[in-house]
């Protein structure tokens, strides 16, 4: 399922089926009359007196075309908590089974006015399907309109794309089977990342003996696969402030040597790589 999101400054109360406002903690929607028309905003009035208020999100069936969605903004909320809260949204695509959304962010309560990017990329992550493998793909698509004033900044949207590109980069490779991304064909695909910006290197065996890495070479003699060091740079600052080094393990396949691991979970050994797959996710979200 992708999600499509574009970003407006208003929009006709007509078109919108599917209303998404935000409240404060304690569901207080005397601020959201100016954004319902007067039987919307009595009919939430009455039904929200008996829903459960415990809830970080309420839905109201206005008829069989709208829905109006309340979700609770808590005062002081972590980035990351904010960013569960999307991810939860999220989980209501299903239920809902509607396919375009409208977010009026001027309903963002003022203690919470940063929020907003945070809970889109939350939503974003939670989107996030390997598919590749897959004979028949999602084709569901979910667009979502952000209108009003309080929307975020360019700068927050190109941020928060870079890191969504790096984190599914990041899992798409850890969701490889060992029998494709082999060490050779990982190599290959970080080179790749020069096109980003990224100044790649790759050491190859000749060159690990040149430089003395017989304890990588020893574990590589285990597999007939190629054993390598791949090295990422990137150069985002001009000045001459110290450079900060990643290290990631990048064992594609890891059985356990001479001492063999146990079938269960066998298979979860792909993620052996998934510290290198981080550095390469988090390289790639930089540049």
């Known amino acids: 399922m992708s999600i499509n999101i574009n970003y407006i400054k208003s929009i ?3 078109s919108i ?9 304690k569901f207080n929607i005397t601020s959201l009359k100016k954004h319902l028309s007067a039987s919307e905003f009595s009919f939430v009035s009455d039904l929200i007196k008996i829903k459960d208020n415990k809830k970080k999100i309420l839905k109201f069936d206005i008829n069989s075309k709208k829905k109006i969605f309340l979700v609770n903004l808590k005062k002081n909320s972590k980035n990351s908590d904010i960013e569960n809260l999307g991810a939860t949204f999220y989980n209501l695509f299903k239920e809902n089974k509607e396919n375009k959304y409208n977010f009026n962010s001027d309903t963002i309560p003022k203690q919470s006015k940063s929020n907003l990017g945070n809970f889109l990329h939350g939503l974003q992550l939670k989107s996030y399907r390997f598919e590749k493998y897959k004979t028949k793909k ?15 900044t360019i700068k927050d949207q190109i941020k928060f794309k870079a890191l969504e590109d790096g984190t599914f980069y990041t899992r798409d490779l850890v969701s490889e089977p ?6 050779d064909e990982y190599a290959k695909r970080l080179k790749l990342l020069n096109k980003d910006g990224l100044k790649v290197n790759i050491y190859d065996e000749k060159k690990l003996k040149k430089l003395g890495m017989n304890t990588l070479l020893g574990v590589g003699q285990g597999s007939i696969r190629g054993s390598y ?6 150069n985002g600052l001009k000045d001459k402030s110290k450079p900060l080094a990643f290290v990631g393990k990048g064992v594609c396949f890891d059985t356990g040597g001479i001492s063999l691991k146990p079938a ?20 790639k979200s930089l540049a």
């Open 264 to 283: 269960k979970f066998m298979e979860d050994m792909t993620y052996d790589m998934a510290g290198s797959a981080v550095v390469g996710g988090l390289m």
């Open 12 to 14: 006709s109360k007509k």
């Open 229 to 234: 060091l791949v090295t990422m740079e990137w």
């Open 17 to 25: 089926n599917n209303n998404v406002l935000f409240v404060d903690e």
């Open 138 to 152: 999602s084709k569901e698509n979910i667009s979502i309109v952000v209108y009003g004033k309080n929307i975020p």
């Open 178 to 183: 060992g029998n494709i991304l082999h060490p």
